[in-house]
C-alpha cells in the first residue's frame, strides 16, 4: 500500500501481471489524475497505458471511474462533458476502447471531484517487467484515529425506515431508483468512447464488466470490473473496501471469467484529518483481508489523502479493479435477458440489509447504519458456480447483483433486449427482497432443459437457488399481486436523466 497526496500525478496508479498460460500473461493497471486541474489533458488514461507500456505489455482496452458533484449542479454540467471527452480523446489517441467503468455523483465530490483509469493489455510472461510503483506521499501523514461520530451514524439504521404497504408503492419506488443518480443509465458517458476499436471488444458498457479477446487463435479473455460503493464506505471503511472487492468478483464471475486479481485506488480526505486516515487505513486492511480469504492476486493499492480548497469531506472512495481470465470468450455470459421462456432464477440469499443501499438513499434521503457483512466463502461458491455454468453453456444470461439491489438488477436485464419478466416474490417483506444489498446474489436466466443441472451445481456448492419466474416477450415486470410497469416507462426513468442534464 502507497499512501500518495492529492497532487500525484497521474502516474501515482499500481500495475501487476497474472500469466494466464500459453505463453500470454495479462497485464493491467490503475491511475488516477486531479479532473479539476486536468479536465481533458494528460488524463489518466493515458498514464496507465504508458505503465502497462512500461511493463512490457500491448495495451487492449481501458475503462475509467469518475466521481463528481450532482449532475444538475452547474460546476457538473461544466466539467463532465470535458473531463469524459479528453479520457475517450486520449482513448482514441492511443486506438485503445472504452469498456465503460463506473460513474457516481454525489454532493460530497462537489469540491473534489476524481478520475481514474484502468487499462488491461497483453504481454509475454518472459519479457515483461515490474510496472511503474506510486510515487510516495510529500510529507508526513497523520496519525490515523477512529471519528467519534461513525458510532452515531451506525445507530441510525435503514432498516428502521419505513416501508412500502402496497404493490403501486413497490412499482414507484422501483420506477425511482432507476431513474435516481445512484443508479441511471451511464449511455451518455460511455458513449463517448469508441468501444469497438482494434476488434478485440467483446462486451462493453452496458454490461457489468468489459471483455476482451487476449489471442485471435485461443480465444483466450480478460475481463475487468470496476466497482466502489462510496456510501457503505463511509458507513465502515473496512467493510465498505471488502464489499467493492467481492462486488468485483461477482461481476466478472457472472461474466463468465474466473477471477484473478485486483488493484485499487483509495481516496479519504482531508490530508490533515486523523479521521481520514484511518478510513484510508481500514479500506486497505479490509481489501488485503478479503483478497486473502477471496484466494486472489492483490499486488498494490495506492491510497491518497485530499486536502482541498472549500473544505467539503470526501466519503472514503474505494475505487477496485478486478480481473478475470476466460480460456474462451464464446464461453462468455451476457448480462440481459435473452429468450422469452426462460427461468428467472436468484442465486444467494438475501438477508435484511437496507444501510447504504439505494433504497434508502434514493426513497429516504438517508445513510446510516451499518453496511451488508460480507461473505468471502459464499462470494467464492457463487463465482465458481457461475464459472462452470458459463464453460457448461447452460446461462443465457446473469447478472451480478449489487446496487438496488433485485429490483435494479431485474430493470437492466429486462432493458438490455427489451424482453419483459413476470415474478412472484418469495414469502417475506417485499422491500427486502427487491431493495436489499447483500453480497454474493446473482440474478440468471436459463431454459428449462439446464436448469435441473444449474440446480445441481449450486446444491453442490451450497449456494441457494430461488426460482422466481419466467422471461416474457411482453415488454413488462410484472411482479404477481403487487405492481406491473411498462418496460418503456422503465427506460424512460432510467435512461433519461444523465443525458438531459448534460444535453439540457
Known sequence: M???DENAPAGGGRGAVVDVGDGLAVAFAIAAHDPVAAP????AVATVAADLRAAGAEPLAVLDAVHLGPWDADATVDLLPR????LAADARRLDLPGLGGLLVADEVYADAPLAHAVAVGVVDPEATT???AAPPAAGAMPPPARPGWIDRVNADRAEDLPRATTGDGLGEQVLRLAGSPALADRAWASEQYDRYVRGDTVLSAPEGVGLVRLDAGTGRGAALAVTGNPRFALLNPYLGAQLALAEGVRRVAAAG????GALACLDAGHADAPAA???RDEMRLGLVDAADRLGLTLPAACGRLHDRAGGAALHPTPVVATLGTLDDVATRTPGGFAHPGDAVVLLGRTGAELSGSAWAGAVHGHLGGMPPFPDPAAEAALAGVLVDAARAGILSSARALAAGGLAQTLVEAALRHDLGVSLTLPEGDPTVTLFAESPARA???VSGQHYDALRRSCAAAGVPVTRLGEVLEQPALEVLGQFTLGLADLRAAW????????EG
Do not use: F, I
Not at 257 to 260: G, H, K, M, S, T
Not at 495 to 502: E, K, N, S
Open 277 to 279: 486516515a484511518w478510513q
Open 130 to 132: 515490474t510496472p511503474p
Open 40 to 43: 481533458g489533458a494528460d488524463t
Open 495 to 502: 435512461g433519461t436523466p444523465l443525458r438531459a442534464a448534460m
Open 257 to 260: 471469467a474466473e477471477p484473478r
Open 443 to 445: 440474478l440468471v436466466s
Open 2 to 4: 502507497a499512501d500518495t
Open 83 to 86: 473531463l469524459v471527452a479528453g
